[in-house]
Every structure is written in structure tokens, then in C-alpha cells.
């Protein structure tokens, strides 16, 4: 059971927008603590996707963008690739527990 | 280029102690950044197990802390992992990674990660 809840699985078709959505409670994304995004493909290591909420690595597409508001978060993807196809994960601080928590992943599958 | 590199047995037995390494090229330890350890079970998600600040600080994810020693070697430039009295649920892919903090920082740089496996 993971501190921050996301959908198990989403899907679209290629060039359609889908979002992730990643809710927390009151110690966590709605203590104002920040929340990240990570895309793993498979059989590799998670790589940084958003940070800070909304914000973009160097090198990452302006297809994928990020928001928060109260104890949620969503990362949005428009104009969907094949190679999108991966598992995304959602991070954040939790006060109660003194540590990072993560989402339990969802498995994003292009149609 | 920053790179992380873990090392150490892809296999430990049942009530032993998980001791992996994790060799730091391109950055400097002792110039700062957080420095610690996230696991995935096979087919699930990411866990956390703790971080290390340069100086030696330590932050553990409170259901792991009895069990973890996160130590630094900056002579090395080289972090470790030790996880004592493992279980099969220790059966991970443990990744090693870099932060600018904690309480509000995200993983820029992650190893390829090694897989684990607790079996007699």
C-alpha cells in the first residue's frame, strides 16, 4: 500500500493526451512538499521526467507537463508516442514519516 | 557526466546481512549532494530505504531503520548499503542515487541498478 495513489494502469492512442493523476493527504502533497515524476522504461533504471511540480530536466519534451494543487498532482503527456510506452512514478516528502514516499506506479500502454 | 555504479552479491541467504557499494564518477562526494538507496521488488513499485549527506547524516525510511546502516567513503568516493537479517521480501533491484536534499529534492542521477535475491 503506497503513501501517494496512482491508477495502476492508463492507455490512448498515439497522439492523444492522457494524464496520471497522484494523490496524497495533508503530510505530504498538501503539506506543500514538492512532487516529482519518473518514467521507466522497461528493464531500466526510473529517469527524471518533472521536478518541482512542474518543471522540465534539460532534454525531457514539452509533451509532458506537470501540476499540483491541495494533496494531488497530475502529470499530463499530449501527443502520445510510441515510445511512452512505460511505467511512471510520482514522488513527494512525507512530514509523519520523515522521508520520501513514492507512488505505487502506473503503467502507461499506447494503443 | 555523473554516474552511479552499484556492486556486491546477487544472492543472500535468509537471516544474513545485504551489503552493496554504489562507485560515484564524474562528481565529488565530499562537494555535497545527498547520496542513497531506492529499491523495487520484482514487478512492483519503488521503495525508498534512506540517504546520506556527504558529512555523514543519515535519514532512513522509518519501516527499514532498525535493519539499515547507510555509511559514505569520500576517500573512495563511493557510498554503501547494509540491510541486516534479509527475508525473500528483500528480493529487490536495489538502485543507488543522488539528490540535492530531502525534504523537498528530486533524484537527479540513478544507477542501473543491481538485482537481489534473498534464497537459501
Known amino acids: 500500500q503506497s503513501v501517494l495513489t496512482q491508477p495502476s494502469s492508463v492507455s490512448g492512442a498515439p497522439g492523444q493526451r492522457v494524464t496520471i493523476s497522484c494523490t496524497g493527504s495533508s503530510s505530504n502533497i498538501g503539506a506543500t512538499y514538492d512532487v516529482h515524476w519518473y518514467q521507466q522504461l522497461p528493464g531500466t533504471a526510473p529517469k527524471l521526467l518533472i521536478y518541482?511540480?512542474?518543471n522540465r530536466p534539460s532534454g525531457v519534451p514539452d509533451r509532458f507537463s506537470g501540476s499540483k494543487s491541495g494533496t494531488s498532482a497530475s502529470l499530463a503527456i499530449t501527443g502520445l508516442q510510441a515510445e511512452d510506452e512505460a511505467d511512471y512514478y510520482c514522488q513527494s516528502y512525507d512530514s509523519s514519516l520523515s522521508g520520501w514516499v513514492f507512488g505505487g506506479g502506473t503503467k502507461l500502454t499506447v494503443l | 557526466q555523473v554516474q552511479l555504479q552499484e556492486s556486491g552479491p546477487g544472492l543472500v541467504k535468509p537471516s544474513e546481512t545485504l551489503s552493496l557499494t554504489c562507485a560515484v564518477s564524474g562528481y565529488s562526494i565530499s562537494s555535497g549532494y545527498y547520496w542513497g538507496w531506492i529499491r523495487q521488488p520484482p514487478g512492483k513499485g519503488l521503495e525508498w530505504i534512506g540517504s546520506i549527506y556527504h558529512s555523514g547524516s543519515t535519514h532512513y525510511n522509518l519501516s527499514l531503520k532498525s535493519r539499515v546502516i547507510i555509511s559514505v567513503d569520500t576517500s573512495k568516493n563511493q557510498f554503501s548499503l547494509k540491510l541486516s537479517s534479509v527475508t525473500a521480501a528483500d528480493t529487490a533491484v536495489y538502485y543507488c542515487?543522488?539528490?540535492?536534499?530531502?525534504?523537498?529534492?528530486?533524484?537527479?542521477?540513478w544507477g542501473q541498478g543491481t538485482l537481489v535475491t534473498v534464497s537459501s
Open positions: 518541482g511540480n512542474s
Open positions: 542515487a543522488r539528490s540535492w536534499g530531502i525534504a523537498a529534492a528530486q533524484i537527479d542521477y
